[in-house]
T-cell receptor
């Protein structure tokens, strides 16, 4: 039972353009969502988060949008840079315990120069 | 302030041996989480510990796996009698509190069972 799904295994965009990574979830009890970035042979690095009481959170080039009715969230990166090339994981937590996370399968982003 | 430290980075064990994975949380963090990532999959929660206590082990296999976080020293994930299917990357994360603060991950231990 995959409660958090990232249906696109990979995404390729041109440098300077927008990258949009999508994530769907099934558990309506999730109340906190996070995006992590991961390079090969390294641990995930926290990028940005959003509480279920909000629909948008912005931090520099990164914006996360949450659509609770559709149980969908997305991460926008603009402008995309080659250094953004990595695997991006969407994660969700329940009851505010943001250490116990349910992760999606990940989307590999490639930003071409 | 050092990040979450995991060692070893790589561990090779023969089938039937024991594997011990260590995790030192960030300074001031008393909440530790272990995750496992199988090839081509996302990270799967295994266990959540606070000092000397297991809070949630709902993701731990029922046999051969155990975890501890003693009063002094690192958290240990122990896998007894390893099998090929235990080959994976094991990540530890720590946080300063349980709620609404991000967890920071270590670089992981890649376990290979031969």
């Amino acid at each position: 039972d995959q409660q958090v799904k990232q249906n696109s295994p990979s995404l390729s965009v041109q440098e300077g353009r927008i990258s949009i990574l999508n994530c769907d979830y099934t558990n309506s009890m999730f109340d906190y969502f996070l995006w992590y970035k991961k390079y090969p042979a390294e641990g995930p690095t926290f990028l940005i988060s959003i509480s279920s009481i909000k629909d948008k959170n912005e931090d520099g080039r990164f914006t996360v949008f949450l659509n609770k009715s559709a149980k969908h969230l997305s991460l926008h990166i603009v402008p995309s840079q080659p250094g953004d090339s990595a695997v991006y994981f969407c994660a969700a937590s329940e009851g505010g315990n943001t250490g116990k996370l349910i992760f999606g399968q990940g989307t590999t982003l490639q930003v071409k120069p | 302030n050092a990040g979450v430290m995991q060692n070893p980075r790589h561990l090779v064990r023969r089938r039937g041996q024991e594997a011990r994975l260590r995790c030192s949380p960030m300074k001031g963090h008393s909440h530790v989480y272990w995750y496992r990532q199988l090839p081509e999959e996302g990270l799967k929660f295994m266990v959540y510990l606070q000092k000397e206590n297991i809070i949630d082990e709902s993701g731990m296999p029922k046999e051969r796996f155990s975890a501890e976080f003693p009063k002094e020293g690192p958290s240990i994930l122990r896998i007894q009698q390893v099998v090929r299917g235990d080959s994976a990357a094991y990540f530890c994360a720590s946080s300063i509190s349980q709620k609404n603060t991000e967890a920071f991950f270590g670089q992981g231990t890649r376990l290979t069972v031969v």
